[in-house]
């Protein structure tokens, strides 16, 4: 993470935040390819998301360790951070999936990258935060992208899977609106929200009696890969991006994410890309080009 931090000491602080949001969807794309396989092995969502945050958790306690500090400097965020990412992270994260096993996951992550809009809507409705129209038409540029990635073979059309997707979208803007405002380094922001989330799946786990241990070394690999490279560090570049940009351009950015995932589906999953896939990206990363030529003067009121 250090490394990376100085790589754009160059950049400008908008760059900064803009280089992070897209690195936070570009390890986000990989959770489809992790989860698909730990779900496989008769994991419930509520166990697989325990063993996700709490694996989070550990990797980012190491990084923390030499900075133990920051938490004491901190402790007066330290329960809202948790709150935060126990209502909001966790819940979000188990409707995404219960709305994947209803109508597919190509449907439902159209229906949860609807968020940008709920995050617009938010910022005007509690901090009355202009809009500006370049956002509203990106928006809408990126979820008729994101129209195309659907498979029309696997289309589902089941109400419940939609308003749990719809719910998914409404948790996760309100935990990138609130979190905007935490004054905790990105660090222990992190660490406290991979901690909430873990404690919250663990207990609904422990309650639909589906908590299990690890038992396979394919599992265990595949958990510990989704608690690294799809949880802490996206988390972390997220937080890190939201720093330096507002958190209107952060959550329009971080819906590349789709865009990894079909890449991503290519190269590990041998999946066959269509005309209307390509189209689709091709759509979406007009609408986030929109975006990052967007220079609002919000990025100076964000840290």
């Not at 219960?98 to 938010?122: E, R």
């Not at 129209?133 to 928006?139: D, H, N, T």
Request: charged residues 10%.
């Amino acid at each position: 993470m250090e490394s990376i931090l100085k790589s754009t000491k160059l950049l400008s602080d908008e760059r900064r935040g803009e280089f992070f949001a897209i690195l936070s969807g570009l390890f986000f794309g990989l959770i489809g390819y992790f989860g698909i396989r730990i779900l496989d092995e008769n994991f419930s969502i509520a166990n697989m998301l325990c063993w996700r945050f709490f694996l989070s958790a550990c990797f980012i306690g190491c990084l923390l360790l030499p900075k133990r500090h920051l938490l004491k400097q901190h402790a007066s965020e330290i329960k809202k951070t948790l709150l935060y990412g126990s209502l909001f992270y966790s819940i979000m994260s188990i409707l995404y999936f219960m709305s994947s096993q209803y109508v597919g996951t190509g449907l439902a992550m159209v229906v949860f990258f609807t968020y940008p809009s709920m995050v617009l809507l938010l910022n005007w409705f509690l901090y009355g935060e202009p809009i500006t129209k370049r956002y509203y038409f990106a928006s809408a540029v990126i979820l008729i992208g994101m129209v195309f990635l659907v498979d029309i073979e696997e289309f589902t059309f089941d109400i419940l899977g939609i308003l749990l997707g719809i719910l998914s979208a409404i948790f996760y803007a309100f935990y990138i609106v609130f979190t905007k405002k935490n004054q905790s380094p990105p660090l222990v922001s992190t660490f406290l929200v991979s901690i909430g989330c873990s404690v919250f799946c663990g207990v609904i786990a422990l309650l639909t009696h589906s908590f299990i241990i690890p038992n396979t070394v394919s599992l265990t690999v595949n958990l510990i890969s989704m608690g690294v490279l799809c949880t802490a560090l996206p988390i972390l570049f997220l937080l890190q991006g939201l720093k330096y940009i507002s958190s209107e351009k952060a959550s329009i950015l971080s819906v590349l994410e789709p865009v990894f995932v079909v890449i991503f589906g290519v190269i590990l999953l041998d999946e066959q890309i269509s005309t209307s896939h390509i189209i689709g990206v091709v759509i979406i990363l007009m609408g986030a080009l929109m975006t990052l030529f967007n220079h609002a003067p919000s990025a100076q009121n964000t840290r």
